[in-house]
């Protein structure tokens, strides 16, 4: 029985310390980070750049959200073990609530993922190009990268939209 509560704990604190720092990170992003590099127009930019090209804040949130997902998989496929099946796990309502934030949480990691960082790529290859090319950047350049700024935006907050319901879900399982 040690080594099971153990075993608990350690995944437990991996968790809840991974999705603190994915979701207070993007919190960070989302609210505060955006809307200021987008208030301060080009003179954002420099800034903006450090962030993402080269301190890679989202690989880094990906990479918070892959091990926050990988230990509370174990932590749920120990307590789906206890009830014995999927299906009696699921027919319960912690099993059922903590099934549904985990959900909303593979779906916003994975439009982190597959929407984006391929919108963030793009928009740092743009911008390092119109950068390099040393006059003012082509209307159309200049409105492509506003729409991928946007699109990276938008698919941020979606994603946070999804982890705030997956912790909101998680930490009131049991009183459902």
């Known amino acids: 029985m040690v080594a099971l509560s153990e075993y608990m704990?350690?995944?437990?604190?991996?968790?809840?310390?991974a999705g603190v720092v994915w979701v207070g990170g993007l919190t960070m992003l989302v609210l505060y980070i955006q809307p200021s590099?987008?208030?301060?127009?080009?003179?954002?930019?420099?800034?903006?750049?450090?962030l993402l090209a080269r301190r890679k804040l989202p690989i880094f949130l990906l990479a918070a959200g892959a091990v926050t997902i990988v230990a509370g998989g174990f932590l749920y496929w120990r307590?789906?073990?206890a009830v014995g099946s999927l299906g009696d796990w699921v027919d319960t309502r912690f099993g059922l609530t903590l099934t549904v934030g985990a959900g909303a949480a593979v779906a916003g990691w994975l439009v982190g993922?597959?929407?984006?960082?391929?919108?963030?790529?793009?928009?740092?290859?743009?911008?390092?190009?119109?950068?390099?090319?040393?006059?003012p950047p082509p209307p159309e350049r200049a409105a492509e990268l506003q729409a991928l700024q946007l699109r990276s935006r938008r698919l941020?907050?979606?994603v946070l939209a999804l982890l705030v319901a997956s912790v909101l879900l998680m930490s009131t399982a049991r009183y459902w």
């Not at 704990?9 to 310390?17: A, D, G, P, S, T």
């Not at 590099?37 to 450090?50: D, Q, Y």
């Not at 597959?114 to 743009?126: A, E, I, N, S």
């Open 9 to 17: 704990i350690v995944f437990r604190i991996v968790h809840i310390l």
């Open 37 to 50: 590099a987008k208030s301060l127009g080009p003179a954002g930019g420099p800034f903006v750049m450090e």
């Open 79 to 81: 307590d789906w073990q």
């Open 113 to 135: 993922l597959f929407g984006v960082k391929p919108t963030v790529d793009r928009m740092l290859g743009l911008a390092k190009e119109l950068a390099s090319s040393g006059g």
């Open 156 to 158: 941020a907050i979606v």
